[in-house]
């Protein structure tokens, strides 16, 4: 296989003397929809710190494409070399419309005021409208970001991160407090934005971990550690997983 666009190896976070992430492997790879599961506590959302920075490890190495060492980097530094997450909860600009939160949101060097008081190039409508397509708010550009829906509201979210053209985007629990029919939405988009990007999802929803896992890869976090690793069906049904996370009636 080619070289790991991340690369996880023996890594160790320590808060308070207990291990929330533990002689952790992972290795990752170029246009990969990888979903981690595990239960609460499993250290998954610590698993994101250290990959943005947020937190540093006690131990071990992170790598990003060839040879870049992220423990070394900051939380912006890491963001600039195109690792993007979603965190769990949307945080959209809730009185700008649609539009103006993807505008808000592309790559520049622009801040906010001078964003929104000068003309827009038409690269960047022609942009916006491609992530309008892609996160099928089209029809909702010019509502109020605080008008739409809860799962409305996490699309927009993905598609400001998409503005920032990540390479690597990692998305924290996205169906948390959807329906149903918003789940199903968000799996697809989310199965249209690989191979373009390279994804990590960390999510709780079986159903849904089913529907993007595909024949992909699903790792099962435990305490800090890989589990197990392998698809939907082999991880569904390793007797270790399912003492651990699907036994437990989730
Ligand atoms: P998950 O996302 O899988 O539910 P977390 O990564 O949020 O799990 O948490 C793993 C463990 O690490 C938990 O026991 C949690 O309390 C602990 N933990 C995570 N972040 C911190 C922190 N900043 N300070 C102290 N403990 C933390
Ligand atoms: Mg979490």
């Known amino acids: 296989m080619s070289h790991p666009i991340l690369n996880v190896e023996d890594v160790t976070k320590t808060y308070d003397g207990f291990k929330a992430i533990s002689n ?3 290795y990752l790879f170029k246009g990969e929809l990888r979903t981690v599961i595990g239960p609460n506590g499993a250290g998954k959302s610590t698993f994101f710190d250290l990959l943005t920075g947020r937190a540093k490890p006690d131990s071990g190495t992170i790598v990003f494409g060839q040879n870049t060492d992220l423990t070394s980097m900051n939380e912006y530094q890491i963001n600039r070399l195109g690792i993007g997450r979603k965190f769990q909860t949307p945080s959209v600009y809730t009185d700008h419309t649609v539009w103006e939160n993807l505008l808000l949101s592309l790559k520049g060097p622009r801040g ?8 827009t190039t038409a690269a960047q409508r022609g942009r916006i409208d491609e992530l309008l397509e892609t996160i ?8 109020l970001a605080g008008q739409l829906a809860h ?3 996490q699309w927009l979210e993905i598609g400001m991160l998409l503005a920032q053209e990540p390479e690597v985007l990692l ?3 996205p169906a948390a407090g959807m329906t149903d029919e918003e789940t199903a939405r968000t799996g697809e988009l989310l199965i249209s934005l690989a191979g373009k990007h390279t994804i990590v999802v960390v999510e709780h929803d079986m ?10 890869t699903v790792t099962v976090l435990h305490q800090g550690s890989v589990l197990c690793e392998g698809t939907f069906d082999f991880v569904q049904s390793h007797p270790r997983v399912r003492e651990v996370y ?3 009636g989730k």
């Not at 906010?112 to 003309?119: M, P, W």
């Not at 159903?207 to 992909?216: M, N, Y």
């Open 24 to 26: 952790l492997t992972f």
């Open 112 to 119: 906010v005021f001078a964003t929104l008081f000068s003309r």
């Open 136 to 143: 099928r708010l089209g029809e909702k550009r010019h509502w």
């Open 151 to 153: 799962g409305e509201k």
């Open 171 to 173: 998305v924290d629990e």
């Open 207 to 216: 159903t849904f971990v089913k529907q993007i896992a595909r024949d992909g």
């Open 246 to 248: 699907l036994g437990r």
